[in-house]
Nanobody, 124 residues
Framework: QVQLVESGGGLVQAGGSLRVSCAAS????????VAWFRQAPGREREFVGG????????YYADSVKGRFTISRDNAKNAVYLQMNSLKPEDTAVYYC?????????????????WGQGTQVTVSS
């Protein structure tokens, strides 16, 4: 199985940028579809974006499309979420998740491996 560890969260002003990382160990991450989710206080965990395991195609929630970009570094066995033009409503704990079978999934129950999350706070 694969273990996931997120890092890179922090405090940033509105309009700023931040990159969070998802480092994998145990298995090669290219064998997994990976997604980013986020959860704000009092809200359900929501899909942010994903990268498909078979062709590396990326797809995003409408709320972040054009502002967030997912990329993969095979040499470092990691996936990244680059967040630009951040808004206060982007404040949440960001989680990466992986699954060896799913392709294009957008719901939490479709991913079996999860990281512990990293806090992103955007001040206005």
């Amino acid at each position: 199985q694969v273990q996931l560890v997120e890092s890179g969260g922090g405090l940033v002003q509105a309009g700023g940028s931040l990159r969070v990382s998802c480092a994998a160990s145990g298995r090669t991450l290219t064998s997994y579809s990976v997604a980013w989710f986020r959860q704000a206080p009092g809200r359900e965990r929501e899909f942010v974006g994903g990268i498909k395991r078979n062709d590396g195609y990326t797809y995003y929630a409408d709320s972040v499309k054009g502002r967030f970009t997912i990329s993969r570094d095979n040499a470092k066995n990691a996936v990244y979420l680059q967040m630009n033009s951040l808004k206060p409503e982007d404040t949440a704990v960001y989680y990466c998740a992986a699954d060896p079978l799913r392709v294009g999934a957008r719901t939490t129950y479709e991913y079996i491996y999860w990281g512990q999350g990293t806090q992103v706070t955007v001040s206005s």
